[in-house]
Every structure is written in structure tokens, then in C-alpha cells.
């Protein structure tokens, strides 16, 4: 019954990030370029380019010597591209992290120019066969042979656009505003209506008026039980899919897992209320869910997070020690928790445009977020007053933006864990001095007293 899908999980990549259907669209459409002007020069001969003398390719000797110089010039900056690009990203990697590499190699530029260099190589080589004497007859393709020579001049140009690409692309502050763009867009998503238009109500549907964590309990206890057929991150749901077809059988389905957590091969992915309809929707839930082997930005918030803490917790350790870097990635997670607890809360639930509940997902708990944001940033710059101190002044600016308690317990929580590490910091005056002001500024914006070590209570 399980395991039919561990082949297409293995292959599977992260969305933008194969290397090879750019490249080779490019290399296709040059080379119906190149069946083009090869019928041309074949139907006009000469006749077909009328250029200066300085200009035209020459004899046939002349045209392969050109030909010859291209493929020259074009293999060796080929070959340099590929190994100057796979060093750049591995060095890369070293400094933000593994899970950072599909948004390098999502870059549409280093896709294209790898396509242009390729296209031009294996054009200026068919043309380069082509081009000589068959017995008594010589063919000297110009109009071919002069569309290699653009091709080169468009090639090399555009390796200065990839050069000017890659060079801004692994700069630290353009690599944390990428990531928080795409944050702000997976947020936006939050304000979206869970709303599904669907058909007409038909009679005798299920009742879906209680809470979405009544219904919750009642699909836990009474719903029929979807297993997970492989293993892998869940990376996408189909909702309008899901709700859809919940719809058209009258049920309810309860997924158990969002997407960014890891799923076992045969275990519990979702309910199925009634239970009766659990045959009917199991293989649709199982291919509405798309698994595989990394997590994506596309429905899963925490990953941007992580990501952004990932870079924070390298920059802050002891072979990289680079504490501005640290700094930064805490002010853009500032900004990314902004984002997150300005938005309303949502109960996980998709409904119909009847108002009837159909879907049901995991929710999204602030307070889940903030941890997995600032938990390892808090322990791995736990002995730099510096990174303290602006964990506490970011805390006590979102303060003000907080909508209820839950939300306000979570930033709580992660001032008084930045109050418990100050207790292992080395005992300087002036670092002192700081760490307790930034603690009372926090605080006081969160209107919440409490006791300070040595005494005294702060309001």
C-alpha cells in the first residue's frame, strides 16, 4: 500500500529551481534559428547578405577560422561559468546556510546566460561542420556564420548583467530583504477570505455551525482515518481543491499537518467527517497534498523565519563572529513578526460561500512563530550584550502592536528568557547598564509588572 511515491519524491526540486528548461528552451529556439538561416544561405547564397568586404566572413578557410575562434572563446567561458557559479553558491552556503540555495539558483539570470552560452557553443559547432568543400562544391554559410558572430556579442554581454547578478545577489542585506519579500507575500495570504464558491446547497448536508474546534474534537473522535502513503516536508495543499470536492460528498476534512512539517510514511495526514465518506475523499486528500524532500516559502510562513534565523545563528558563531550580520537578520525579524500579529486570527478554517465549514487546518500560533524566530538567535548570541539589547528593544517595539494576550504571553516569554540569559553574561558596568534599560523599556511597553533579580519591582 505505501511507498509507490518514493521515486517521484527523490526527484522532485524546490519550484524555480531546475537548471535545465531555461537553458535548453534557449538552445532550442537558436537552433530553429539556426535550420532558418542555414535554408536561406542554401536558397540565396551570397547573394542573400550584402555586407562591405571588411565585413563579410571571407572564404571558406576564413569562416572556419571565425567558427574555429568561437567555439574557442565560448567552451572556455562555459566551463568558467559553471566553476566560478558552483564556487560562489558553495561559499555562499558556507555563509548563509544550505537551506538558502534554491533562492540562488532560482535566479533567472545565471538560467539564461548558462542558455546563451550553451545555444551559441552548439550553434557556432553545427556551423563549423556545415561550412567547407564537398568535392567540387563549396558552401560558406554567411548569413549562419554572422549569426554566430551576434550570438557571441550578445553572449558576452549579457555575462556582464549575470557578473552584476551574482555580485548583488549574495550581499547580506539583499539576501535578507529577499527572504522578507517573500515573507510579507506568504503573510498576505492570511488576509485572503477562506471562502470557496461552490454549487448550490443540496439537502441534508452535515451541520458545520459549531466552532472550528468543536468540530475539530467531533472529526477526531468520530472521523474516518487518512494515512499518509510516503514520507517528505508537505510543501503545498490544494484547498479549492479539498473543499470542493468535501462539497460534493457532504463531509468534513481535518488535515493534521500544515505545510513545513515533516510527515511519516504511514501516518495519520487527516479525518475523513463521516467516516462513511473516507473511501470516497482518501485519494483525493492524498493528491491534493504534494510532499517532498525540502521545505518552500509558498504556504509555509515558519520557513522564512527559519531562514532569516539561520543566517542570524551563523553570523553569530564563534568561526564566523560577524555581529552586525546578527543584528540585521534581528531587525528584520522584527519587521516579519510586525507583519505576522498585525494580521487577524485565523481558526483554520474553509469554508463554502454558504458559510459551511468544509476544511479544516492546523492553525498558525503566534507564539509557535515567535519561538522558532528568536529561540536560536536568543541562545546563539547569549554572551553578546549587543545581540541581547536589540532583541529587547525589538521586543519592546512590537509591544505596541500587539492585538490580544496570546500574542503578548509570546513576546513576554522571550523578554524574560533574554532577562534569564543575561544572569551568564560577563559582569560589565556599562553593558549592565544597558541590558537593564532595554529589560524595563520592554516591560513597560508590554504594561506587565514584574520581579527583577535583586529586588524591586518594576511597572
Known amino acids: 500500500m505505501f511507498g509507490f511515491k518514493h521515486f517521484s519524491r527523490a526527484v522532485r526540486a524546490v519550484p524555480g529551481t531546475n537548471l535545465v528548461p531555461v537553458p535548453y528552451a534557449i538552445t532550442a529556439a537558436v537552433m530553429l534559428l539556426l535550420v532558418i538561416t542555414l535554408m536561406l544561405d542554401g536558397l540565396f547564397g551570397n547573394r542573400l547578405v550584402a555586407l562591405p568586404r571588411w565585413v563579410s566572413v571571407g572564404d571558406v578557410d576564413d569562416a ?27 561559499m555562499a552556503v558556507s555563509q548563509f546556510g544550505p537551506r538558502l540555495m534554491p533562492y540562488f539558483l532560482r535566479n533567472r539570470t545565471m538560467q539564461v546566460t548558462l542558455g546563451l552560452f550553451l545555444a551559441t557553443f552548439l550553434h557556432s559547432l553545427a556551423a563549423f561542420v556545415i561550412t567547407g568543400r564537398r568535392g567540387d562544391a563549396v558552401f560558406v554559410p554567411q548569413l549562419t556564420v554572422l549569426t554566430s558572430v551576434a550570438l557571441v556579442f550578445v553572449s558576452f554581454c549579457y555575462l556582464v548583467v549575470y557578473n552584476n547578478r551574482v555580485a548583488q545577489a ?54 474516518g482515518a487518512v494515512l499518509a502513503t510516503t514520507s517528505g516536508y508537505l510543501q503545498r495543499i490544494d484547498n479549492v481543491r479539498l473543499v470542493r470536492s468535501a ?14 512539517q515533516f510527515v511519516l510514511e504511514g501516518e495519520l495526514l487527516a479525518y475523513v467527517l463521516p467516516a462513511s465518506r473516507q473511501s470516497e475523499l482518501a485519494a483525493t486528500i492524498r493528491g491534493a497534498v504534494s510532499f517532498g524532500q525540502h521545505r518552500t516559502l509558498e504556504q509555509d510562513i515558519e520557513f522564512a523565519f527559519a531562514q532569516l534565523s539561520e543566517i542570524a545563528i551563523r553570523a553569530l558563531s564563534p568561526a564566523v563572529n560577524d555581529t552586525y550580520t546578527g543584528l540585521s537578520c534581528i531587525d528584520w525579524l522584527g519587521d516579519s513578526l510586525r507583519m505576522l500579529i498585525t494580521f487577524p486570527n485565523s481558526d483554520g478554517a474553509w469554508r463554502t460561500h454558504h458559510g459551511r465549514i468544509r476544511l479544516l487546518l492546523p492553525q498558525i500560533r503566534v507564539a509557535r512563530v515567535v519561538r522558532a524566530a528568536l529561540d536560536l538567535v536568543r541562545e546563539a548570541g547569549a554572551t553578546s550584550p549587543a545581540v541581547m539589547i536589540r532583541l529587547l ?8 502592536l500587539l492585538i490580544n ?7 513576554l516569554e522571550q523578554v524574560e528568557a533574554v532577562r534569564q540569559g543575561m544572569a551568564r553574561m560577563p559582569e560589565v558596568g556599562l553593558d549592565r547598564e544597558a541590558l537593564d534599560a532595554a529589560y524595563r523599556l520592554a516591560r513597560e511597553r508590554l504594561a506587565i509588572g514584574a520581579t527583577v533579580q535583586g529586588g524591586g519591582t518594576i511597572r
Open 405 to 411: 494576550d496570546e500574542q503578548r504571553q509570546a513576546i
Open 393 to 400: 528593544q525589538t521586543l519592546a517595539r512590537l509591544a505596541a
Open 247 to 260: 462539497k460534493r460528498r457532504d463531509a468534513i476534512v481535518y488535515l493534521l499537518f500544515r505545510p513545513g
Open 64 to 90: 572556419r577560422a571565425v567558427l574555429g575562434a568561437i567555439l574557442g572563446a565560448v567552451s572556455t567561458v562555459l566551463a568558467l561559468i559553471f566553476s566560478v557559479t558552483l564556487l560562489v553558491f558553495s
Open 170 to 223: 549574495i550581499q547580506t542585506n539583499n539576501v535578507l530583504a529577499h527572504i522578507v519579500e517573500n515573507l510579507h507575500a506568504a503573510v498576505s495570504q492570511l488576509r485572503e477570505p477562506r471562502v470557496i464558491e461552490t454549487d448550490t446547497i443540496t439537502p441534508g448536508q452535515v451541520a458545520t455551525g459549531e466552532p472550528a474546534d468543536a468540530l475539530r474534537d467531533q472529526c477526531t473522535a468520530a472521523g
